[in-house]
């Protein structure tokens, strides 16, 4: 055990509140009263083997930095919100240690800004969108009998009949100019064209930026324009755009201006006024929660007025699935649509929407973003309203789905996950092989006083520890599993009891003294038998999870 920690520091990971087992919010006093007891148990002065008292000395001196950290307003305020690597910063030793918590914080941020500035030149931003319009009219509304003897009439044509491609990327010149260059192709029934745009970004001030833009194309002429965005009071901003088209038909001038403001925190009001070519003047309400988004809008103008509803329903599970639908009434006839979008890997949302209108007809809309890349497919079924043509786009999106989602999806995200999992282990393999070697060592430090802490509880029959396990509990009858993915940690609880008390704060158990991670990237739970007042109790709880013991709703029912 001599060479258990060598002469590596801590982790960059480890947890300094963990470490002294206190609440992100702890006071000074808080602070102090931990560390104190921590450096009573690890005081090298305490050990008279050589091999403990190396030992010991490692650990006070962790213990010792996480307290020096806490306990300075300035680098506490800089671990707060950065983390070790805040204390770490290239720069850092030129900053005056009397400043307050807010110029710290304040002087941090502009370092932090030099450093991304050296990075701009390695940035950008790429957006793309691909849609292919599909006409699959002939699936549901074929021609009269008169046309079948035609070459090719007895199967229904699918066919492509528009396609459109768009690309933008972003450079950054400085902090804060950015250049954007952009470009589309766009082709419907053999005839094409495309467009290329350049605009240049410059943010003036916290209140607001500019944006110049330059834009020419086969399907129009050469196109200027000027957007300014600007925050007028802190819950109201405003929008304002101008764009000048010049054509054989002369200069078209066009503007837009868009007002929002914040009704409340979740509640945002636009209005918004356009003139040119098509002119119009739109009100619209968006309320936006955790769990759902409504949209209320209503329009008057050229060549379409309308009104329209939209609402749409988050669900809090893993793959974030929302339904959503809406109508929309107005001058060009009526559109009903719903529909569903829901995660299928890290980067990717697939969603499916059905629009069932008049005179439109019913189409099929299927989406899928990958990344910042959005791939549109809208499939036109019938100029009609068609009771099959409507059943067939809501049930084949689903049972396609499902059957992807059961053959092809979970099979490769399990087998992803389990990579990522594996290539996590043995990355972390060293540091893990570490933290391993500290508990056993903190253990062994803390054998002696484990023994008088259960000496005084048990003379008032107090918290008696009898078996703590922390890590992944399998569910399954394979001991030997359970075995690898938890480790004893029932002497580092007995020593943080104290006045027959043990409590644990919010943070990941993982950091306090005694413990290690058993099992890199799963969840984990702390497991306790304990004696209270000579009665067995039991409790577990998630690793983030507090825990406060003992407590009368941990006692185990005997008679049951």
Known sequence: MATAFGEEEAPDNADYYSLLNVRREASQEELKSSYRRLCMLYHPDKHRDLELKKQAEQLFNLVHQAYEVLSDPQSRAIYDVYGKKGLEMEGWEVVERKRTAAE?????????????????????????????????????????????DMPGSSFPQV?????????????????????????????????????????????????????????????????????????????????????????????????????????DKNTMGYVQWRWGIQSSMNTSVVRDTKTSHFTMALQLGIPHTFAMVSYQHKFQDEEQTRLKGSIKAGTFGTVLEYGAERKISRHSIIGATVSIGVPQGVSLKVKLNRASQTYFFPIHLTDQLLPSAVFYATVAPLVVYVAMHRLIIKPYLNSQKERELEKQRQNSASEIHHKKQEAEAAVQLMQESVRRIIEAEE???????????????????????????????????????????????????????????????EDKSLKVLYQFRGVLHQVMSSDNEPLRIPKQSHKIDIDG
């Open 104 to 148: 710290i914080r304040e002087e941090f941020e502009r370092l932090e800004r030099e450093r991304e500035e050296r990075r701009l030149q390695q940035r950008t931003n790429p957006k793309g969108t691909i849609s292919v319009g599909i006409d699959a009219t002939e699936l549901f509304d074929r021609y009269d009998e008169e046309f079948e």
């Open 459 to 521: 003379s008032k029959m107090g918290l008696i520890i009898v078996n703590a396990w922390y890590g992944k509990f399998v569910t399954d009858n394979s001991q030997k599993n359970e075995r690898v993915k938890v480790i004893d940690v029932t002497v580092p609880l007995q020593c943080l009891v104290k006045d027959s008390k043990l409590i644990l704060t919010e943070t990941s158990k993982v950091g306090l003294p005694g413990f290690y991670d058993p099992c890199v990237g």
């Open 159 to 263: 066919e492509i009949n528009r396609m459109h491609i768009s690309q933008s990327i972003e450079a950054p010149l400085t902090a804060a100019d950015t250049a954007i260059l952009s470009g589309s192709l766009s082709t419907q029934n053999g005839n094409g064209g495309g467009t290329i745009n350049l605009a240049l970004r410059k943010v003036t001030s916290a209140k607001g930026w500019g944006e110049l833009e330059f834009g020419a194309g086969d399907l129009q002429g050469p196109v200027f324009g000027l957007k300014i965005f600007r925050n007028l009071t802190p819950k109201c901003f405003v929008t304002t755009s101008c764009a000048l088209q010049f054509s054989s038909r002369g200069v078209r001038p066009g503007l837009t201006t868009v007002m929002a403001r914040h009704l």
